[in-house]
């Protein structure tokens, strides 16, 4: 009981000299140790990267959850070292709701197959959307936050440390010039001196060996910068390959929206015709409202065991003539593959010349490149004025 209470008393008696010598360095009234220029650039290099990777963490984790709700509730999962439940994405989320919706409307509608190819490639964003974010919180998070919980936790204590030894040593000088001056005063060897003295010997080593123990730690900041580049260069694949993903299944939908556009507004133009009155179904069919119209094309009686190709709709772009004036230029924004002679591939971003013919199909065009000619979907260009 006895030492608990001297070790209290020691302790108030360190603390208060601390606090004093604080007060007066910072009323320049007591002279403070510097720290080397070396030992200082080392101390503000760290605190930038503990302020960057504070900043980076948390702008990052509100990229990957933008919901701030659902970002509490996986810290309080982490804190408790608890698995975080598997989340549903908006992507997921929204393909449950298109296919049960062509569900409703009827699948084999052409609304409710539109619904489920959408609704299907959806769902496919939104697995990858998942599995970014799982990669991307292994791969990057976790190293930031294993940094700011670990390493920085360990050079703060220790600079703290540090802090204290500075103010011990500080007041040991302070005191023995005290002493010095009192010992002048009294022309005599005081044992006060000799006693700062001794003091001042033993916080001069406690300081220097926890300044080489702090100066290692700030040393390690080089190597936390190496592992944070890797973890950079991790994050970065990972976004790459989940936008790739991306890009190829929209792309992938497009086609297949591009594929079955006509058929689906060709059935529903059938229909309509069926149900309408005699003079609406005589009346003549309105040509593209962009695009000038060459003149028709005179449709060839079938006749027995003789082909008839523009009645099949078989296009022979070689006897397809441009409008004299009025074609317009369009720009391509995916590539396109020719299905077969009729049709013109395409690479993005090439310049081409379109027209429409009276009685095509409304998704696509005549494309001319040079002396190459065919159809091309209206859905992978840009019409320019």
């Not at 709700?69 to 698995?83: C, M, Q």
């Not at 703060?156 to 204290?164: M, P, T, Y």
């Not at 300081?207 to 890797?230: K, M, P, W, Y």
């Not at 005179?298 to 397809?320: D, Y």
Request: glycine letters at 6%; charged letters at 25%; one cysteine or more.
């Amino acid at each position: 009981m006895e030492f608990n209470v001297k070790k209290l008393a020691s302790d108030a008696g360190v603390f208060f000299s601390r606090a004093m010598q604080f007060t007066e360095e910072k009323l320049g009234q007591a002279e403070k140790t510097e720290l080397d220029a070396h030992f200082e650039n080392l101390l503000a290099r760290a605190d930038c990267t503990k302020n960057w990777t504070e900043k980076i963490l948390r702008q990052t984790e509100v990229l990957l959850q933008p919901n701030p709700s659902a970002r509490v509730e996986e810290f309080l999962y982490e804190k408790l070292d608890r698995k975080v439940p598997s989340r549903v994405t908006n992507g997921e989320l929204l393909a449950q709701y298109m296919t049960e919706a062509a569900n409703d409307f009827g699948p084999g509608t052409p609304y409710g197959k539109t619904l489920i190819k959408v609704g299907e490639t959806q769902r496919r964003l939104g697995a990858a959307e998942r599995e970014f974010i799982r990669s991307a919180s292994i791969s990057f998070l976790t190293p930031l936050r294993n940094f700011l919980e670990g390493d920085w936790r360990t050079i703060s204590k220790e600079r703290r440390i540090l802090q204290n030894r500075r103010l011990d040593l500080d007041a040991c000088k302070a005191r023995l010039k005290k002493a010095k001056a009192a010992e002048a005063k009294a022309a005599l060897w005081s044992d006060e001196v000799e006693k700062a003295e001794h003091e001042l010997r033993l916080t001069q080593t406690e300081f220097d060996r926890q300044a080489e123990v702090t100066r290692l730690l700030l040393e390690g900041i080089s190597s936390t910068h190496v592992n944070h580049l890797r973890c950079l260069h991790e994050f970065v694949e990972s976004q790459t390959n989940y936008y790739a993903q991306c890009y190829q299944f929209m792309l992938d939908l497009q086609k297949q929206l591009g594929s079955s556009k006509g058929e689906i507004f060709s059935g529903t133009f059938v229909g309509n015709a069926e149900s309408a009155s005699p003079a609406a179904a005589t009346s003549p069919p309105v040509a593209a409202a962009t695009l000038p119209a060459v003149p028709t094309i005179p449709v060839v009686p079938t006749i027995v065991g003789v082909p008839n190709t523009v009645a099949e709709g078989v296009l022979n772009p070689n006897e397809v003539k441009p409008p004299a004036s009025g074609t317009r230029r369009a720009r391509v924004l995916y590539d396109y593959e020719a299905a077969d002679s009729t049709e013109l591939a395409l690479l993005a971003d090439e310049m081409i010349t379109v027209y429409s013919l009276p009685g095509m199909d409304p998704d696509w065009l005549i494309g001319e490149r040079g002396n190459q000619k065919g159809k091309v979907p209206v859905t992978y260009l840009e019409l320019l004025s």
